[in-house]
């Protein structure tokens, strides 16, 4: 019942999802390999709240979400903390949500970690998820925003998205779906028998 309050008429949280990367291990772009009639970016998209606004950090492709604000780390290519730290400049909200855009279930964990983070200390900045594997990733996590620009280095690129964890955060256990990724063409094929 939380989450869904977390869901529901909230005006403090802006969703940055990283859309950039190379897909090196998948051969292809992974964000537009199907899954279920529909690209992995836009599931992803299409999970989220229609009324949470919405920055994708990356090059400009078309998505379901037409309202999305499109931004880009300078030089591109600086890897997903470059892409948190500009993601970050184009949220006007208190609170961001991060994900990744090769996580196509993971819209069904972020109201969970908003109430994570609302029922944390105040001094708590961030609710990071923890997958099956125990790996906590934070690329799947809700962050205040202030608290993250000040902890980012003057320049983010190439920089460890693990650096992100240094800020006093809580871990929520994010089961099944919603914590996984498509790194390879199996992973892909996974979540089309699993999802």
């Keep these: ?34 899954l279920g009639g529909v690209t992995v970016l836009d599931h992803l998209l299409g999970g989220l709240p229609a009324h949470w606004p919405v920055v994708l950090v990356g090059p ?4 379901v979400r037409s309202d999305a604000v499109w931004v880009r780390e ?6 997903p903390l470059a892409g948190v730290a500009t993601g970050a400049e184009a949220v006007h909200t208190a609170l961001m949500a991060v994900v990744a855009g090769d996580m196509p279930h993971a819209a069904a964990a972020v109201p969970r970690l908003l109430t994570a983070l609302d029922e944390a200390r105040p001094e708590v900045a961030a609710a990071v998820a923890v997958d099956d594997d125990a790996h906590v990733n934070p690329l799947l996590a ?5 608290a993250v620009r000040e902890a980012l280095p003057a320049s983010a690129h190439d920089g460890p998205a693990k650096r992100l964890l240094r800020l006093p955060h809580t871990e929520v256990r994010v089961a099944g779906t919603p914590g996984r990724d498509v790194d390879t063409p ?4 996974r979540l089309r028998r699993d999802g």
């Design 74 to 79: 300078d030089p591109p290519g600086g890897g």
């Design 186 to 189: 199996d992973d892909l094929e």
């Design 60 to 63: 400009r492709r078309d998505t």
């Design 142 to 146: 809700v962050y205040r925003v202030a």
């Design 1 to 34: 019942m939380a989450d869904e309050r977390a869901r529901e008429g909230r005006e403090d949280v802006t969703v940055v999802v990283l859309a950039g990367g190379g897909s090196t291990r998948f051969g292809t772009d992974k964000l537009a390999a199907d």
